[in-house]
């Protein structure tokens, strides 16, 4: 079995686990102190769009803790594109860093760490689709208004390209 092959039967195990135990937690439960910074990401249900605006790509994004506030598990949803990400994030004590796995349901994966810094959620990682490997950056912000905005870059080179831009409501 290749490596990546057992980076998605982890994925699918771990995932699997937090959607079961998820389920039974109804209460709404605080994120452990390494996690508290993406406290912006519960709560509400967010609904946003592509800026420029595309009136029928409406991204839905769900934030919740789940096993006791050890885990933070985002779901985003696009149904116009038929499409949906899962994510898991934890905090992994031998690199004392935020960890995340995030999982599409067109194969592709990501992983790596996410930080505060600035005022922004920083995601950073690796995006694994087909044989293709690109690093990646996001950057999730609270904006004056209240809205969220979602700020994606892909690395060429040396350089950081934004992809897209989304602003999100409660």
């Known amino acids: 079995m290749s490596e990546m092959e057992n980076r998605f039967?982890?994925?699918?195990?771990?995932l699997g686990l937090a959607t079961l135990l998820a389920?039974?937690?109804?209460?709404?439960?605080?994120?452990?102190?390494?996690?508290?910074?993406?406290t912006p990401l519960l709560g509400p249900d967010w609904t946003g769009t592509f800026i420029p605006p595309e009136p029928d790509w409406a991204?839905?994004?769900h934030g919740e803790?789940?096993?006791d506030g050890h885990a933070v598990h985002l779901i985003k949803e696009v149904a116009a594109a038929d499409f949906r990400m899962e994510s898991l994030f934890t905090f992994d004590p031998?690199?004392?860093?935020?960890?995340?796995?995030?999982?599409?349901?067109?194969?592709?994966l990501s992983t790596g760490t996410a930080r505060f810094a600035d005022g922004h959620?920083?995601?950073e990682?690796?995006?694994?689709?087909?044989?293709?490997?690109?690093?990646?950056?996001?950057?999730?912000?609270i904006l004056p208004d209240g809205r969220l905005e979602d700020r994606f870059y892909r690395r060429e080179g040396e350089a950081w390209i934004q992809g897209h831009l989304i602003r999100y409501r409660p």
């Open 9 to 14: 039967n982890r994925l699918v195990v771990i």
């Open 23 to 38: 389920g039974s937690n109804a209460d709404a439960q605080e994120p452990v102190a390494e996690l508290a910074f993406l």
């Open 59 to 61: 991204h839905e994004l």
């Open 65 to 67: 803790t789940i096993l």
């Open 94 to 108: 031998d690199s004392a860093r935020v960890t995340f796995v995030s999982q599409t349901n067109r194969g592709q």
């Open 121 to 123: 959620v920083i995601v």
């Open 125 to 141: 990682g690796r995006n694994h689709y087909d044989t293709t490997v690109r690093e990646f950056r996001q950057t999730f912000t």
